[in-house]
């Protein structure tokens, strides 16, 4: 996945099931890389963005051991951050966990702050706050018909996200 860091340089961030590799380039001809990062954890999803003037990479990560969560970089992978009790949670009463995190997308320009995530199982996800902790859409996860939803490639989980480019607002949004 790339995307523009600045008016100047380039980022690539490469996800695999043994970690995150992060590239930066001026002109997209030579590039300098970094990793790995999350070294022998899986990076399912990247986001990268960019509105008001920062670049912030977001990366799901699956860990056999510590479980999936979402962390963030300002700094270009330099150094990485993730709320202690975890960014994407589902709340008790719902009886599950995550247990990838399939999709993470920043919304239109006009919604700075505003991030989604999809994952898994079946589940869509709301940031206000550029990633740093998410909110179930109940609407999703409580309709009635969630349980014959059929599984996708990778399992029972929300792949892709589609932001309005605009970011047209509704109840939920």
Do not use: C
Request: hydrophobic share 35%.
């Amino acid at each position: 996945m790339g995307d523009m860091a600045s008016a100047e340089s380039f980022v690539l961030a490469i996800g695999t099931k043994k970690g995150l590799w992060l590239a930066t380039s001026q002109d997209r001809s030579t590039w300098s890389f970094t990793g790995p990062h999350f070294l022998m954890s899986e990076i399912p999803s990247i986001g990268i963005d960019t509105r008001n003037g920062r670049t912030r990479i977001m990366v799901g990560v699956r860990n056999e051991h510590w479980g999936p969560t979402v962390a963030h970089s300002d700094d270009l992978g330099a150094t990485w951050s993730e709320p202690e009790q975890g960014a994407i949670r589902f709340p008790e009463d719902t009886g599950a966990a995550v247990e990838r995190v399939w999709q993470i997308y920043p919304d239109a320009k006009s919604r700075p702050g505003v991030v989604w995530a999809g994952a898994e199982p079946i589940s869509v996800w709301k940031s206000t706050d550029g990633g740093e902790h998410f909110e179930l859409n109940r609407g999703l996860w409580d309709h009635p018909h969630r349980s014959e939803w059929g599984a996708g490639y990778g399992g029972a989980a929300a792949h892709s996200i589609v932001v309005h480019p605009v970011g047209r607002p509704s109840t939920w949004l």
